[in-house]
């Protein structure tokens, strides 16, 4: 099994904990903030799928865009448009070599300098970060059948 088939396994645990989650929540709480400053649920969710591709792509190109985040305006579009994220991570996942991870990266924030692996274990720490709050909110929501982290 290559590093990056590893990578994905594991990874696609934990996407498919997010989907359950995201199951549980019901309309009507797209824009839930529990605090003035803090991301809506829905921004929340797009933010931890599309930070993904862009974080992945680094792994391929070394270089940092900004992926097209869809308008959603309910929980079905919104759970649809993260598995077309899910759907675009894996084929990325899919084409990432050994090689390719064993590359010096570029990167300009100190902490991820290294082999270009190190992207991918930022995008897995960053899914898992965005995750917790997320099982927050959907409690803050009222959601009780919260699916296990993993």
Same mark, same amino acid.
């Given at each position: ?5 590893? $990578?994905? +396994? =594991? ?23 529990? $605090?003035?400053d803090a991301m809506t649920l829905k921004d929340l #969710?797009?933010?931890?799928? =599309?930070? !993904?591709? @862009?974080?992945? +792509? @680094?792994?391929?190109?070394? +270089? @940092?865009? !900004? ?6 305006? =309910? ?6 448009? #993260? ?9 990325? %996942?899919? =084409? ?5 991870l064993a590359q010096d990266n570029q990167a300009k ?6 082999? &270009? ?5 930022? @995008? ?10 997320? %099982? ?11 699916? %296990?982290? &993993?």
């Open positions: 099994m290559t590093k990056a088939a590893h $990578w994905k +396994e =594991s990874w696609l645990q934990h996407r498919n904990v997010l989907n359950n989650l995201l199951d549980q929540i019901e309309d009507g709480h797209l824009d839930y903030q529990p $605090w003035e #969710v797009l933010h931890v799928a =599309s930070s !993904n591709v @862009m974080i992945l +792509e @680094m792994v391929k190109t070394d +270089e @940092m865009y !900004n992926p097209e985040i869809p308008e959603v305006q =309910s929980m079905d579009e919104l759970r649809q448009a #993260v598995r077309q994220f899910t759907d675009k991570t894996a084929a990325i %996942f899919d =084409s990432i070599t050994d090689e390719e924030i100190p902490t991820m300098q290294g082999k &270009r692996e190190v992207y991918v274990q930022a @995008m897995y720490d960053h899914e898992l970060h965005h995750k917790g709050q997320l %099982f927050v909110y959907a409690r803050l929501v009222g959601a009780t059948d919260l699916p %296990f982290f &993993r």
